[in-house]
C-alpha cells in the first residue's frame, strides 16, 4: 500500500474526527467524574465509534449500491459534506455547535453516561467520519488491503482521541486558547482541499472531466 494513500487516510479521518477538538469537549461532559469513571466512557465511546466506522467501511458501498446510489455520486456528495464541515472549522461554528451540545447533555439530569451519546455519536462516529470511511474505502474497489489499511488507521484515530481523552485537561492547557484556534484553522484548509479533490475525482468517474 502506497504511503501517500495512507497519509491521506490518516489526514482525512484525523481531520474529520478532529481529536485535539474533541479533548475539552469530553472535559465538559465528564465534568466531576473520577479518573477511573472518565476512563471507562472514553473507552466505551472509543470501542462503539471504532465499531460504527467499521460497518460503514465494510457495508457502505453494498448499502449505497443496493439503494441505486452510484460510488461516483456518493463521493461528489460526500466531498461536498466535508467541504461545509472544513467551514464550520473555519468559521469556528463546529467548535461552537458541539460546545453547546455538550452544554446540554451536561443540563440533563437523566443523562449518566454521555459515552453513546453524544461522545460515540455524532461526536466521533459523525456523518462526516462515516462518509469518510465509505469514500476511503470506496477508492481501493475491493482491494482487502487497501480496505484493512483504511480500517487501521481509522482505529490509530481513535486510539489518539483515546489518549487525548484521558489527557484533556492537560493538553487544554498546554495549546490554550489560541493554539487550539491556530489548529483547528489549519486542518479545515487541510480538510476543504481534501474534500474538493473528493468532488473532482467523483466527477471525473462519471466522465464529465478528462482524467
Known amino acids: 500500500m502506497e504511503l501517500a494513500f495512507i497519509v491521506t487516510v490518516f489526514v ?28 471507562a466512557i472514553a473507552l466505551r465511546a472509543c470501542v462503539i465509534s471504532v465499531g460504527l466506522l467499521t460497518l460503514f467501511g465494510l457495508a457502505g458501498e453494498g448499502v449505497l449500491a443496493f439503494i441505486g446510489i452510484s460510488m461516483p455520486a456518493f463521493r461528489i ?37 454521555p459515552s453513546v ?32 489499511t483504511v480500517h487501521l488507521v481509522m482505529i490509530a ?14 493538553l487544554e492547557r498546554a495549546l490554550g486558547r489560541m493554539g487550539t484556534l491556530v489548529i483547528t484553522r489549519l486542518l479545515g484548509m487541510l480538510l476543504a482541499a481534501l474534500s474538493v479533490q473528493f468532488v473532482i475525482d467523483g466527477v471525473r468517474n462519471i466522465g464529465l472531466v478528462a482524467g
Open 117 to 148: 451519546f453524544p461522545l460515540a455519536m455524532p461526536l466521533i462516529a459523525g456523518p462526516g467520519a462515516m462518509a469518510s470511511m465509505i469514500l476511503l474505502a470506496g477508492q481501493v474497489q475491493g482491494d482487502w488491503i487497501g480496505i484493512l
Open 77 to 113: 456528495a460526500g466531498g461536498i459534506l466535508l467541504f461545509l464541515t472544513a467551514l464550520d472549522m473555519l468559521f469556528e461554528r463546529r467548535t461552537r455547535r458541539r460546545e453547546h451540545r455538550a452544554e446540554s447533555e451536561a443540563e440533563d439530569e437523566h443523562s449518566d453516561d
Open 12 to 39: 482525512t479521518l484525523f481531520v474529520v474526527i478532529d481529536p485535539i477538538g474533541l479533548a475539552p469537549i469530553f472535559v465538559a461532559l465528564t465534568q466531576g467524574r473520577s479518573p477511573a469513571a472518565r476512563r
Open 157 to 170: 484515530v481513535v486510539a489518539l482521541a483515546f489518549a487525548l481523552f484521558l489527557s484533556a485537561g492537560l
